[in-house]
Structure formats: structure tokens, C-alpha cells
């Protein structure tokens, strides 16, 4: 988020671009590059509060679609994330038969995907435990975020 040859990069091509998309904390590099700013995106679940910081209008779900943005979630909502981009390019159709072909029927064996699903005490452990690495993110967010500012 503080590489400008890559911020650069993703500015220029993002002018050309029929979609801009991203997946995860892929989001955080579009909004440090200014492409989200006051878009609706989505990102990981722990990285919400940096996409926030950098101008978007941070929105849980797994797939975010605003105008030609398309965000996804966490990695595993990267399939998610892929059927939409399917549908958009070629129709839902096509989207649904891809999902067909890949089986892409999920059940999850346990139910804490996700801090809606997980116990409260198994959302606090993983967030104690990366409580330095998320400050630090959002440390550098909030950098970006001024940059973009200037």
C-alpha cells in the first residue's frame, strides 16, 4: 500500500478497465490507490475497519458489486466472488454451469466461517491473536489513506 510503481500501476490500468476487482485485503491495495473511494466494497472480515479508513463504504458480505467495482470477502469467498464475474461477462447461465462443473456445492463441516456463525470466544481469540498484525495494517492504511489526501 505504499509502493507507488504498484498504486501507480493499478491507477493506470484501472482507466482502462472494464471492472476493477479484488479479493481479500486485495480490496485494502485498490482503496490505497484510491479506487474505492466511495464505492461499496467488501474485504476480508478482520480488514474491514482499514477498507473504511481508505474511503470505501465498507459492507459485509461476500460478494460487493458497485457499479464497475467487485469486491470479494475473504479467500474462500474468492468462488463466490468468481461466479459473479462469470455472470457479469457472460450471463448467469454460464456462471451456473461452471458452478455445476465444479461441484461447487459447499457444507461446511463447522459453522465459524465466519464472526456472524463463530462462537464469540472463538472471533476474541483469533483477534487477540492478531491484534499487533492488525494494528500495524491499519497503521498503514491510515497512511495511505492521508497520501490520498494530498
Known amino acids: 500500500m505504499a509502493d507507488d510503481a504498484v498504486l501507480s500501476f493499478l491507477r493506470r490500468t484501472a482507466a482502462t478497465s472494464r471492472y476493477i476487482t479484488s479479493v481479500c485485503t486485495g480490496s485494502l491495495l485498490l482503496g490505497a490507490a484510491g479506487l474505492l473511494q466511495g464505492y461499496k466494497a467488501t474485504t476480508h472480515w478482520m480488514a474491514m475497519d482499514d477498507l473504511s479508513a481508505l474511503g470505501a463504504i465498507a459492507v459485509s458480505d461476500r460478494v460487493v458489486c458497485d457499479r464497475n467495482r467487485i469486491t470479494g470477502a475473504g479467500v474462500t469467498a474468492g468462488i463466490d466472488f468468481a461466479f459473479t464475474v462469470i455472470a457479469q461477462l457472460w ?47 491499519l497503521a498503514v492504511s491510515k497512511t495511505a489513506a492521508a497520501r490520498l489526501k494530498q
Open 91 to 137: 450471463g448467469e447461465p454460464v456462471a451456473r454451469a461452471v458452478q455445476l462443473a465444479l461441484e461447487y456445492d459447499p457444507k461446511p463441516q463447522f459453522t465459524a466461517g465466519s464472526p456472524r456463525t463463530a462462537l464469540p470466544a472463538e472471533v476474541q481469540n483469533l483477534q487477540d491473536r492478531m491484534r499487533l498484525f492488525l494494528e500495524r495494517r
